[in-house]
């Protein structure tokens, strides 16, 4: 019984701090993740006050917090548009590559850690959070927003990339030969393949078999569907997070709909159990001997993220503000590069206190660059005496409207188009 009152109690004491803290961030206009990330250093190993009887339980619900994120996320668009996202992004994924892949793997290198650790490294400065942009996207109400598939389809680009780079990278780090990684890879891929088989052809018929007028019902049937489908991917090296985005994609109509208003509370929670758990099980006394270089990495990396963004934006017709926006939501890392790094310690010791640092700098900046980096630019404009003026924004291809064909997936609901504002 006492372990269960110092679970409640720390529990408890987490749920209502978060709760206050996520109020004070709504009133002085911030996303509340770096300071879900501050509380979690604060009670985590080596902080102030170190919580250890829900530490197990905050871990779940971590995890939890990640799948209802890709779930939500992927509730918002339909298998076809996720199809059509693939066929016309797949240029920015590989500028996505290039840029932010080759300052990890250079940087490794740098440091002397060989070809496994330059790999492990490339992944984590590659990879950004989806499950931080879309809490992000969520928070500041762009959803809607002409931009958002845009940096939906990078997102997805990357997160189904991760089922190819995984396998390799664990067969890399386990010495496996050819045929094992072969192997691995060509189980990844065909896992990933099938669902998206399942929710092109029979998306429908999905729907149907969960449907229920009963909220109740509904939700456990789609919440245990996820778990489920995450945890099968999970087994088979694709990803928790994308098996949980493939069942949101498969799912649409009524019971999306239905699903969204249903199980958005519960990911508000559980995502920010998420956050705090990554504060949790992050040291301080490890970040301050590798803050240098993280942040050097960090600094290059924002631009990188920045500069794909609008890249992407740009192929797609999004007018300049969009482009920007794009950018700097893109900057966050967190998830994957936390798995990428603890796949890789044990092999190289040094990439887990790097990545910790650089991963930690980046989830609390990257709320910041995607509320701010657009107005930024505006205000560098006008200083420079170079702003063009409303017209310009307005015209075309601009953000909020014009007759540019855009080739990029639209929200299930079309309605929500007219939250675009600038």
């Known amino acids: ?221 789609v919440l245990g569907l996820t778990v489920l489908v995450a945890g099968v991917a999970q087994q088979l090296q694709v990803s928790a997070a994308v098996g949980a985005f493939l069942v949101g994609i498969a799912l649409s109509g009524e019971v999306a709909e239905g699903a969204r208003k249903l199980l958005t509370p519960l990911r508000d929670l559980f995502a920010a159990v998420f956050f705090v758990f990554f504060g949790l099980s992050t040291n301080p006394a490890e970040i301050p001997p590798v803050l240098l270089p993280a942040a050097l990495l960090a600094v290059v990396t924002v631009f990188t993220k920045i500069a794909t963004g609008w890249y992407a934006a740009r192929r797609a017709g999004i007018g300049s503000r969009g482009r920007w926006r794009a950018g700097g939501t893109l900057v966050a890392r967190g998830e994957f590069s936390i798995v990428i790094a603890g796949l890789a310690v044990a092999t190289e010791p040094r990439i887990g206190p790097i990545a910790t640092a650089y991963v930690l700098i980046l989830v609390i900046v990257g709320p910041l660059t995607a509320r701010w980096t657009q107005p930024a630019v505006e205000l560098i404009r006008k200083w420079r005496g170079g702003d063009e003026g409303p017209a310009a924004t307005t015209t075309g291809t601009g953000d909020t409207g014009g007759m540019a064909t855009v080739h990029v997936p639209a929200p299930k609901e079309e309605q929500k188009l007219s939250a675009t504002t600038d």
């Open 1 to 221: 019984m006492h372990d269960t009152t110092a679970l409640l109690v720390e529990l408890g004491s987490v749920i209502l701090g978060l709760g206050i803290i996520g109020r004070f961030a709504g009133r002085i206009g911030l996303s509340p993740i770096p300071l879900y990330l501050l509380a979690g250093l604060a009670f985590g190993e080596g902080g102030l006050l170190p919580l250890g009887a829900s530490e197990e339980f905050t871990a779940v619900g971590a995890e939890i917090g990640v799948i209802l994120l890709l779930l939500l996320l992927g509730l918002e668009y339909s298998a076809s548009e996720l199809v059509t996202s693939l066929k016309t992004q797949y240029p920015s994924g590989a500028v996505d590559f290039v840029l932010n892949a080759t300052p990890g793997a250079v940087a490794a290198l740098l440091l002397g850690w060989g070809p496994v650790g330059a790999v492990a490294l490339a992944g984590v400065t590659w990879i950004s959070s989806s499950g931080v942009i879309a809490k992000v996207l969520a928070d500041l109400g762009r959803l809607g927003n002409r931009e958002t598939p845009v940096i939906l389809g990078v997102l997805v680009i990357e997160d189904l990339s991760m089922a190819v780079y995984l396998p390799l990278l664990t067969a890399m780090l386990a010495g496996v030969g050819f045929a094992g990684g072969s192997i691995a890879l060509l189980v990844a891929l065909g896992t990933v393949g099938f669902v998206l088989y399942l929710a092109l052809r029979h998306g429908r018929l999905i729907s149907r078999a969960v449907s229920s007028d009963n909220p109740e019902m509904l939700l456990l049937v």
